[in-house]
């Protein structure tokens, strides 16, 4: 193995990284001691920084290798004198930002033939406006009248289509492909997301099924991400509309007409039909189905493989196929359970 790591460091100090995250170093003494990776708690190596969250990984404090670790408070007489403190609420949240300075080219996707500007391998039409500083790499198109932001990237084989817009400080990964979107600032989509193509329409008939035009569009709001070869069906009638924040794990379906709200949680594997609506912070947890023409309250929680099929009140936390209020689930389960277990014992018995 002739490079260690992917990702080139850059070292901080704790001073820096402190004043960054908001945490607060129990030594200031130590502020000037120089951070250059970091890892998780169990296995992070020297000089590096690390974080507990979770209170079942407080064990593996006594052996730590970090230089320094965030914490709660109420954690802080457990981490070992010769590992620095950083206090913060959040521990998890800070221990992100650090990563960010430490390793700031790995939170976003980035060109992968190290050119600038526009490859002389890449078609850009005439008419395609492109602001300063844009990336367009090798193999990438960009459709006619489309028009691409300040400081953003179109990495090797992705196609922009005709008059889509994207924002600034924008990605589209590997092999994406945009088309009939408007797509705000700070966007990341990965390799082989797929935006803005047919949505699923059909006029069933017993003489077959028409196949209905979808007119719509697709509508990315600012600091949208979305996972590896995940889609984005347009709209059929009206738009498909994804929230400002929300976050989209790999594999993920949107069908036509879907809205979701701002800052909502889409976990791989999951699926939402057409014309289904999620409001605000809305978490959707992996493997989990969700039928068309519902709406999803603010803040409701959805838990991992449920079949959602009627409307969710805000606040609301289901789980199973149909979901069901996660207490009535556990309820019914222990039932379940009790049961099998009265039924086996029954069994043993008359033989």
Same mark, same amino acid.
């Given at each position: 193995?002739?490079?260690?790591?992917?990702?080139?460091?850059?070292?901080?100090?704790?001073?820096?990284? =402190? =004043?960054?995250?908001?945490?607060?170093?129990?030594? %200031?003494?130590? $502020?000037?001691?120089?951070?250059?990776?970091?890892?998780?708690?169990?296995?992070?190596? #020297?000089?590096?920084?690390?974080?507990?969250?979770?209170?079942?990984?407080?064990?593996?404090?006594?052996? +730590?290798?970090? +230089?320094? &670790?965030?914490?709660?408070?109420?954690? $802080?007489?457990?981490?070992?004198?010769?590992?620095?403190?950083?206090?913060?609420?959040?521990?998890?949240?800070?221990?992100? @930002?650090?990563?960010?300075?430490?390793?700031?080219?790995?939170?976003?996707?980035?060109?992968? @033939?190290?050119?600038?500007?526009?490859?002389?391998?890449?078609?850009?039409?005439?008419?395609? #406006?492109?602001?300063?500083?844009?990336? *367009?790499?090798?193999?990438?198109?960009?459709?006619?009248?489309?028009?691409?932001?300040?400081? /953003?990237?179109?990495?090797?084989?992705?196609?922009?289509?005709?008059?889509?817009?994207?924002?600034?400080?924008?990605?589209?990964?590997?092999?994406?492909?945009?088309?009939?979107?408007?797509?705000?600032?700070? !966007?990341?989509?990965?390799?082989? &997301?797929?935006?803005?193509?047919?949505?699923?329409?059909?006029?069933?008939?017993?003489?077959?099924?028409? #196949?209905?035009?979808?007119?719509?569009?697709?509508?990315?709001?600012?600091?949208?991400?979305?996972?590896?070869?995940?889609?984005?069906?347009?709209? %059929?009638?009206?738009? @498909?509309?994804?929230?400002?924040?929300?976050?989209?794990?790999?594999? &993920?379906?949107?069908?036509?007409?879907?809205?979701?709200?701002?800052?909502?949680?889409?976990?791989?594997? $999951?699926?939402? =039909?057409?014309?289904?609506?999620?409001?605000?912070? &809305?978490? !959707?947890?992996?493997?989990?189905?969700? !039928?068309?023409?519902?709406?999803?309250?603010?803040?409701?929680?959805?838990?991992?493989?449920?079949?959602?099929?009627?409307?969710?009140?805000?606040?609301?936390?289901?789980?199973?196929?149909?979901?069901?209020?996660?207490?009535?689930?556990?309820?019914?389960?222990?039932?379940?359970?009790?049961? *099998?277990?009265? %039924?086996? /014992?029954?069994?043993? #018995? @008359?033989?």
């Amino acid at each position: 193995m002739t490079h260690p790591s992917f990702f080139d460091p850059k070292p901080r100090s704790l001073e820096e990284i =402190a =004043a960054a995250t908001g945490a607060t170093l129990l030594n %200031s003494q130590a $502020a000037q001691k120089v951070i250059a990776t970091a890892g998780p708690v169990e296995a992070a190596p #020297k000089d590096s920084i690390s974080f507990i969250d979770n209170p079942k990984y407080l064990p593996h404090l006594e052996q +730590t290798g970090a +230089t320094a &670790v965030f914490c709660h408070e109420k954690y $802080a007489d457990r981490v070992p004198k010769r590992v620095e403190i950083l206090v913060h609420s959040q521990p998890y949240k800070a221990y992100a @930002t650090a990563l960010s300075l430490l390793f700031p080219t790995a939170a976003r996707p980035q060109p992968v @033939t190290g050119e600038t500007g526009v490859s002389s391998h890449a078609f850009v039409a005439e008419s395609a #406006k492109l602001e300063s500083n844009v990336i *367009v790499e090798a193999g990438a198109v960009i459709g006619e009248g489309a028009a691409i932001g300040r400081g /953003s990237h179109v990495l090797a084989g992705a196609v922009i289509g005709a008059n889509v817009q994207i924002g600034r400080n924008t990605t589209v990964g590997i092999n994406a492909s945009v088309l009939h979107a408007f797509v705000g600032d700070h !966007v990341i989509l990965h390799p082989g &997301v797929r935006i803005g193509q047919d949505g699923f329409g059909f006029a069933m008939g017993p003489g077959g099924h028409r #196949k209905v035009a979808q007119i719509g569009r697709v509508i990315i709001q600012d600091h949208v991400e979305i996972g590896a070869n995940s889609t984005v069906d347009r709209g %059929s009638n009206r738009d @498909t509309v994804i929230g400002e924040g929300t976050k989209i794990d790999n594999l &993920v379906q949107i069908g036509h007409n879907v809205v979701i709200g701002r800052h909502c949680i889409i976990v791989g594997l $999951a699926g939402v =039909a057409g014309s289904a609506t999620l409001g605000d912070y &809305v978490v !959707v947890a992996g493997q989990t189905g969700i !039928v068309g023409h519902i709406k999803v309250g603010d803040g409701a929680q959805i838990g991992g493989g449920s079949g959602v099929n009627m409307n969710l009140e805000p606040g609301a936390k289901v789980i199973g196929t149909p979901a069901m209020p996660v207490r009535d689930w556990v309820k019914m389960n222990m039932m379940l359970k009790s049961m *099998v277990a009265k %039924s086996k /014992s029954g069994g043993d #018995k @008359t033989e």
